[in-house]
């Protein structure tokens, strides 16, 4: 809002000042040009007129009026080295505006601003060469006045435009800014709201397996006498315990990594035969002796522009959620398809499937549906959200969907490069 307000202004004073030196300086323009007229007038042709009280072989000359005429709104007062004003009949109705008016010598030369009787006028005095050809004006002081009144009028509206217009537009400018600061707060408020419910999910996730491990090693403490294989259970509690901080830890490092920007990725030209075939082959067997069927269906061949390590750790991912989530006898499927410019491919599960309100959330950290995905099948609910990220990365997209009668589709997309 301040920004906004010294923005204004400081554009309104330039515009103001420019506006204001520009009208002041045709103005002066103007008298300069009169200054130039009187100092190189022209030789003057005498025009003479019979005199009317002397015979008729006898003339006068008619100088008693300045040439050339002054514009309209200027006004020109010749004074002789006394102060006396020598022009009355040629200021007509001026006179009893000008009459007050004494010569001061010492503004010769200067530019100034006077007020008489509530007008205005611009003014500059000169003393003009005893050598000019017009006498009226030779050897004497003119001052060359200009009203000025039209001008400050001017600028006086154009102030109070410009105040109205600035408050106006402050106004506005602060309404805009307001709801842009609201915009702008709206991904700084989601990512800090995140961030809070990262770190509490975290917390949560760690402290589990703690609490478990040090109760298991305070019960083993109560029992000093008991071998190691009497304790076996226990210890092999608190080592599966152990394994999944592992786990924790290591992908919540893998996440830390990609939000800094500090993973390293090594992008290459490839096929999907070259970082498709080894993380699918261990599964393979995973999956029967879990008394699961695994369908294969990969026949497209197209130029990618990927990091095969991450992709093998996405599909590792995809693989192991479905292979968790599918009961026995179900299917498990990955098979691939080219949609226009974009390579797909699908890993299907008969499990219970995914609610509609659920699919766009599966994919935040710490997240799991209540009824398929939970503590108990081992997982953090990080997977999705390190696969999305490694998606994000590559330019693709990942998605889920219905895969009719029942279970989900995971589909992953990426751009073929061509050649």
Do not use: C
């Not at 004006?137 to 001052?143: F, I, N």
């Not at 179900?330 to 797909?344: N, P």
């Amino acid at each position: 809002m301040a920004s906004f307000a010294v923005l204004f202004l400081t554009l309104g004073l330039i515009i103001f000042n420019l506006f204001q030196s520009s009208t002041y300086k045709s103005i002066d323009t103007d008298i300069k040009n009169q200054v130039v007229s009187i100092q190189k007038q022209p030789n003057m042709k005498k025009r003479v007129i019979p005199d009317p009280h002397g015979p008729t072989d006898h003339f006068q000359t008619n100088t008693d009026k300045p040439d050339p005429k002054a514009p309209f709104q200027a006004s020109i007062l010749v004074f002789n080295d006394k102060g006396k004003l020598l022009n009355k009949t040629s200021l007509g109705n001026r006179y009893s505006v000008l009459k007050n008016i004494k010569l001061n010598k010492r503004a010769l030369n200067e530019k100034q601003t006077l007020i008489i009787n509530n007008m205005n006028f611009r003014s500059m005095l000169i003393k003009v060469s005893e050598k000019n050809n017009n006498p009226m004006y030779a050897g004497h002081y003119v001052l060359i006045m200009q009203n000025i009144d039209t001008q400050i009028q001017a600028i006086n509206n154009f102030e109070k435009i410009l105040i109205i217009t600035f408050f106006i537009f402050w106004i506005i400018a602060l309404i805009i800014s307001y709801f842009l600061a609201r915009i702008n707060m709206l991904p700084i408020i989601k990512s800090w709201k995140q961030q809070t419910e990262f770190v509490n999910d975290a917390a949560h996730e760690l402290r589990t397996p703690l609490t478990i491990i040090q109760g298991k090693l305070e019960y083993m403490l109560t029992k000093p006498n008991k071998t190691i294989l009497d304790e076996a259970e226990a210890i092999s509690v608190s080592l599966d315990e152990v394994n999944r901080l592992n786990s924790l830890t290591n992908n919540l490092l893998v996440l830390a990594r990609s939000d800094s920007a500090t993973t390293k990725f090594n992008f290459e030209l490839t096929t999907p035969e070259f970082f498709l075939k080894d993380p699918i082959e261990p599964f393979k067997d995973i999956i029967n002796s879990q008394s699961k069927v695994f369908q294969i269906s990969l026949n497209h061949h197209p130029t990618l522009y990927l990091d095969r390590d991450k992709i093998k750790q996405l599909l590792i991912i995809l693989l192991d959620n479905a292979t968790k989530y599918t009961p026995k006898n179900g299917t498990i499927k990955i098979y691939d398809q080219i949609e226009g410019s974009k390579y797909q491919f699908i890993i299907s599960d008969t499990g219970v499937g995914i609610a509609d309100s659920e699919k766009a959330k599966i994919f935040g950290r710490f997240y799991r549906v209540d009824k398929s995905r939970n503590s108990n099948s081992g997982g953090h609910g990080l997977g999705l959200a390190i696969a999305t990220q490694i998606v994000n990365i590559h330019h693709g997209t990942i998605s889920v969907r219905d895969n009719l009668p029942h279970g989900s589709e995971f589909v992953v997309e990426f751009p073929i490069k061509h050649m």
